[in-house]
């Protein structure tokens, strides 16, 4: 299972349509599951230097980035992603090959 992260900016249609942000969550998350990624949290940061944060899982890297693409293509958002892992998963990873 893959994690990702990603840290959205909303695009100027996005700002200028920022009252249907939930609706297009909702539509969002509908579309992770033509992908096999389940949208695992969001958050609203309204002020900050992103617009959302949000957590997702899938079973690849891949699946991740072609949902995070998907959902850059539909011209809202702007988006910043990355892996994102675990205490356990990082311990292994500082270890590989130490």
């Known amino acids: 299972m893959a994690r990702g992260v990603a840290f959205f900016k ?53 699946a991740l980035t072609a949902f995070v693409l998907e959902m850059e293509s539909l011209g809202s958002t702007r988006i910043d992603f990355a892996e994102a892992y675990g205490p356990g998963e990082m311990k292994e990873l500082v270890h590989i090959g130490g």
């Open 10 to 62: 909303w695009t100027d249609q996005g700002v200028h349509s920022y009252r249907e942000t939930v609706d297009r969550l909702e539509s969002n998350t509908k579309l992770a599951e033509k992908f096999h990624v389940e949208v695992k949290e969001v958050y609203y940061t309204p002020g900050g230097p992103y617009d959302l944060i949000g957590v997702a899982e899938g079973p690849d890297m891949k």
